[in-house]
T-cell receptor, first 115, second 113 residues
Framework: GAVVSQHPSRVICKSGTSVKIECRSLDFQATTMFWYRQFPKQSLMLMAT?????????EQGVEKDKFLINHASLTLSTLTVTSAHPEDSSFYIC???????????FGPGTRLTVT | DAKTTQPPSMDCAEGRAANLPCNHSTISGNEYVYWYRQIHSQGPQYIIH???NNETNEMASLIITEDRKSSTLILPHATLRDTAVYYC??????????????FGKGTMLLVSP
């Protein structure tokens, strides 16, 4: 089956620094990738939709200047949390939509802790 | 996309069938019912989906009522590894430009020995 990877799986950073999270579709091409955020004991919330070669579309309430998304190739999207603060600590999950089937596959998630 | 309603939690004994209900009374004629699950600290895992007919795969069975206003996910022989949050999601056809996955609160299924 289609596989999506994320790197790193876990990251701890200091407040004020930036963190980049990578999302890769390993065996299929994905024009569209999605970024979700999940706080403890809550459900996944869609943050943004990224399309290869164009600007990402952000959900209401998500700061596009704080959560920078780059989707430069058909297999890679990155999410950069700029000037991270403790309230940005969360579980970040990406998913990729396979072009041939339109099915959406999820990565294993990245646990971000900002101290 | 139509909204869904699920019980917040359910318990099941290992080896028994787990029946997880979902209400989606406002579902449209072309919307599919999808089920995902999320084991703690992992990404969501696809389980099964259907439109009108009942569906079965190696993981589970999906029973959709005739009026399509509700469905039940059945894990025929639950194991401890099936402990997870189960999400029932209604979505437009995949090739629709507006087909997205919107997660509700889901059902926390606890399988006990």
């Amino acid at each position: 089956g289609a596989v999506v990877s994320q790197h790193p799986s876990r990251v701890i950073c200091k407040s004020g620094t930036s963190v980049k999270i990578e999302c890769r579709s390993l065996d299929f091409q994905a024009t569209t990738m999605f970024w979700y955020r999940q706080f403890p004991k809550q459900s996944l919330m869609l943050m943004a939709t990224s399309n290869e070669g164009s600007k990402a579309t952000y959900e209401q309430g998500v700061e596009k200047d704080k959560f920078l998304i780059n989707h430069a190739s058909l297999t890679l999207s990155t999410l950069t949390v700029t000037s991270a603060h403790p309230e940005d600590s969360s579980f970040y999950i990406c998913s990729a939509r396979q072009e041939s089937s339109y099915e959406q596959y999820f990565g294993p998630g990245t646990r971000l802790t900002v101290t | 996309d139509a909204k869904t309603t699920q019980p917040p939690s359910m318990d099941c004994a290992e080896g028994r069938a787990a029946n997880l209900p979902c209400n989606h009374s406002t579902i449209s004629g072309n919307e599919y019912v999808y089920w995902y699950r999320q084991i703690h600290s992992q990404g969501p895992q696809y389980i099964i989906h259907g439109l009108k007919n009942n569906e079965t795969n190696e993981m589970a069975s999906l029973i959709i009522t005739e009026d399509r206003k509700s469905s039940t996910l059945i894990l025929p022989h639950a194991t401890l590894r099936d402990t997870a949050v189960y999400y029932c999601i209604v979505r437009l056809p995949l090739n629709s430009g507006y087909s997205t996955l919107t997660f509700g609160k889901g059902t926390m299924l606890l399988v006990s020995p």
